[in-house]
């Protein structure tokens, strides 16, 4: 028998292993990484009882299909909206259509197929105990551009089996997601600098008052925006520096760039704003053709905006619901029940 | 004290800059710098990320504050002590043969010199580097002689090999794995300068560096025997002597 493991049948449009990225390591020029959208990373995780930092699938746009290859297994889905289907086997056309934002027990040779996302660019698949893989520089995230980490330091390709932590899932309730905020968000808060002195006051205010569109040239490097493009007063080289994540890069054609997770660790285009971090998750999960647009705030406002956040998370515990068991096994429970009272009463 | 000012880089990063050129002292302030800041163990500060002529602190801004770890860096710059751990001087092997040199009848019509010429002004200075960055274990090396300081190309190639040794302006860049590029290449090196397996980078920025020119069939006899296992780069010395 084989260990426990999903074995990819579609990787979908780029699905890649994530956590919350590898810091300490940008001085010798590796990216951090990590998940588009941590909060519903933490929220699958949270779904399925892992650590809030534990490795999981990210889906773009077009989500995995895959088979079950465990006695049994608890998934869980977290981030964008999506038609998840779970079929009896790999010769099933149909199966059973679940939601999004919730966990689920799986058995073996049951095939999960997950489709297109809606509201969101991108989908977290956790699994009950996480994937049995092991870190590199303290971290599962998939860095593709430095080939380090995840599952063969690459996104998923059909064939590909994942190994899991856990042989089987846990017996316990299943649940839902109720009352967290997962939505993509179309107003994103920034801090100017750190290269504002590369634009004019005039053009910068253009910039806080312009609207954006997310352009198809976008990854996880950087989300390209198209929109009234902005002049810098002093060329559009410097000498290059370091890079934050979230940082809002105006190259020489004016459009800006966010740079995200994967963004390399330096770079030598002027950054006129960086997106502050209590709203880079929200901002990960925009799909291409989204408008967006930025909203000014100070350092204190950033604080106060992160603050919140980490109140947030720490109590997504309390937004998880129990799901009532399906009808089939209340009704055996039914059974059960007058069962265990006909004898009680045969007995009086 | 050395002139600096600091720039916020959104909530979890400050950029402290030094000046604005490209300048061995200025690096020299940032790396003591960064040194300082590491030993400082200051709680709150997640990395620093030293570059030409600035230094990125990220922090985590539940535990510190912009403000405190501004004040924090300001007394690290006024106590700025040289950096006294000393890098390391590295003889790297290059192989300038032009069937791996794509760009050498390039550069020499762009720079009207012989490939001799090129490999001969190019393997003279001993590099300084500044600072890794843009892929795992990439170094940037300065100064490449002035006639050869060239511009990126025309048109930029979407792959080349792992180990190119490109011209970047003023600077030399061993490419440790593969990537689309813009720069002009002129020559391999065997010995990687990220340690796939390991995770760990070759050079660090402070480090000396020399190219030592090595035929192909030299470069291929090293090239093997890195990949094998039974070769392995050790520095020749520390980089406080080297000439510049």
Not at chain 1, 101 to 127: C, D, E, F, M
Not at chain 2, 170 to 183: D, I, R, Y
Request: proline share 6%.
């Amino acid at each position: 028998m084989t260990a426990a493991a999903l074995r990819i049948i579609s990787p979908g449009l780029s699905t890649t292993v994530q956590d919350l990225g590898r810091s300490g390591f940008q001085r010798l020029g590796v990216a951090v990484g990590g998940a588009l959208d941590p909060i519903s990373l933490r929220a699958a995780n949270a779904l399925v009882g892992n650590p809030a930092g534990a490795g999981a699938l990210e889906a773009l746009y077009v989500g995995p299909s895959f088979v079950v290859d465990a006695d049994d297994a608890r998934l869980s889905f977290a981030g964008a909206d999506a038609e998840i289907e779970i079929l009896a086997d790999t010769d099933a056309q149909r199966g059973e259509t679940i939601s999004s934002r919730r966990s689920i027990r799986v058995r073996r040779g049951q095939v999960v197929r997950v489709g297109s996302l809606k509201n969101g660019a991108v989908l977290y698949i956790a699994v009950e105990g996480g994937f049995a893989i092991e870190p590199t520089l303290g971290s599962v995230s998939t860095d593709s551009r430095g080939k380090i980490g995840g599952w063969q330091g690459r996104a998923l390709v059909a064939g590909d089996v994942l190994p899991l932590r856990f042989a089987a899932a846990t017996d316990r309730d299943e649940y839902r997601l109720d009352g967290l905020d997962l939505a993509p968000s179309f107003r994103v808060r920034a801090i100017c600098g750190p290269q504002s002195d590369y634009f004019s006051q005039a053009e910068i205010e253009r910039f806080f008052a312009g609207e954006y569109t997310v352009s198809a040239g976008s990854n996880r490097m950087g989300m390209r925006l198209d929109g009234g493009p902005i002049r810098h007063c002093r060329g559009f080289n410097i000498i290059s520096d370091a890079i934050a994540t979230g940082s809002i890069q105006v190259p020489g054609s004016g459009q800006p760039i966010v740079l995200l997770a994967d963004h390399q660790t330096t770079g030598g285009y002027p950054k006129i704003a960086t997106v502050i971090s209590a709203d880079l998750p929200a901002i990960g999960r925009l799909p291409i053709g989204a408008k967006i647009s930025f909203a000014a705030v100070t350092l204190e406002e950033a604080a106060a905006a992160r603050r919140r956040l980490a109140a947030e998370l720490e109590n997504i515990g309390d937004k998880m619901v129990r799901i009532a068991p399906p009808s089939a096994l209340v009704a055996a429970r039914l059974l059960e029940c007058n069962l265990i009272s006909g004898v009680c009463n045969a007995a009086a | 004290m050395l002139d600096y000012r600091v720039l916020p880089a959104g909530d979890t990063a400050l950029v402290v800059e030094f000046g604005d050129r490209i300048d061995r002292e200025l690096n020299a302030a940032v790396l003591a710098l960064a040194h300082g800041l590491d030993a400082a163990q200051v709680p709150g500060i997640v990395e620093t990320v030293p570059t030409f002529r600035s230094l990125m602190v990220h922090y985590e801004p539940l535990v510190l504050s912009a403000s405190a770890l501004t004040a924090r860096i300001g007394e690290q710059v006024r106590s700025l002590k040289a950096n006294t751990t000393a890098g390391h001087l590295w003889h790297l092997p290059v192989c300038y043969d032009p069937s791996l040199a794509i760009d050498l009848d390039n550069v020499a019509r762009r720079t009207s010199l012989s490939a001799q010429q090129i490999v001969d002004r190019h393997s003279a200075p001993t590099y300084h580097v500044y600072m890794l960055g843009f892929l795992p274990g990439q170094a940037y090396m300065g100064e490449v002689a002035a006639e050869l300081a060239l511009d990126r190309l025309e048109t930029p190639r979407t792959r080349i090999p792992a180990g190119s040794l490109a011209i970047a302006a003023a600077m030399s860049c061993v490419f440790p794995l593969e990537t689309p590029c813009g720069w002009h290449i002129i020559g391999r090196c065997p010995v990687p300068l990220w340690d796939q397996g390991r995770a760990t980078a070759l050079l660090a920025p402070g480090d000396k560096v020399r190219f030592v020119p090595v035929s192909i069939r030299e470069y291929e006899t090293l090239a093997t025997g890195v990949s094998q296992g039974v070769l392995r780069l050790e520095p020749v010395g520390d980089a406080v002597g080297a000439a510049a």
